[in-house]
Structures are given as C-alpha cells and as structure tokens.
C-alpha cells in the first residue's frame, strides 16, 4: 500500500509561483510511475506531468509545459512540481498519484494510488 500527501497549495497571483510536495510512505517508489494532475470546479480530472521513478522520463501537459517542472527526491521519497508564470486557468486542485509501473500513463483511471489533493488558486 502507498500512502501520498501533498503540500504547497495556496493563493497567488497570475505570474507567480508555487512548488507542490508530494510525499510518499508506505513502501519505496522505485519501480513506480509518478503523475499530477487536476480538477478545476465542474471538470474532469486532468493530466499535468509524470515522471518514472527510476529512469527519470518526463511528460508534460501541452497546457503547461514550458512554466512546470516536475522533478523528485528519490532519497526522501518526494514528488515535486515546480509551478512558474501561473495562469487563472491553472486554478485547480492538484492531485499526485502512484501506479506501479516503468512507463509514463496519461490517464488517471490507470493510477492506483491517490493523495487527497491540495488547493491552488491563481487570481488574475
């Protein structure tokens, strides 16, 4: 079992910038793929990035590649995701999640682990 806790969320202005922490227990990541994504009010869960644990391959949303930069700690077992030049549409709750996997997933139906989710609102 994989437990997953986010942090960082907050308030901030259109241009500014967040880092969300995503911090994993339960057992060791290695072996597992890593994404974020979000769920604006009304939408539908979205893709944001993934990164596979071991060899370190990204992927990145179109709608965000360019100003977010998910990276991570293998040693504190922490998922980061670097969030710069924010926009009003990147108003969301962000979710981390874990499937245990060597390749990268775009779709959230194929995560098996969740955190609870952390709020970031950007104000124009």
């Known amino acids: 079992q994989v437990q997953l806790v986010e942090s960082g969320g907050g308030l901030v202005q259109a241009g500014d910038s967040l880092r969300l922490s995503c911090t994993a227990s339960?057992?060791?990541?290695?072996?597992?793929?890593m994404g974020w994504f979000r769920q604006a009010p009304g939408k539908d869960r979205e893709f944001v990035a993934a990164?596979?644990?071991?060899?370190?391959?990204?992927a990145y949303a179109d709608s965000v590649k360019g100003r977010f930069t998910a990276s991570r700690d293998n040693a504190k077992n922490t998922l980061y995701l670097q969030m710069n030049s924010l926009k009003p549409e990147d108003t969301a709750v962000y979710y981390c999640?874990?499937?245990?996997?060597?390749?990268?997933?775009?779709?959230?139906?194929?995560?098996?682990?969740w955190g609870q989710g952390t709020q970031v609102t950007v104000s124009s």
């Open positions: 999640a874990a499937r245990s996997a060597l390749a990268i997933f775009r779709s959230p139906n194929d995560y098996h682990y």
């Open positions: 339960g057992r060791t990541l290695s072996g597992y793929v």
């Open positions: 990164n596979t644990w071991v060899s370190s391959n990204t």
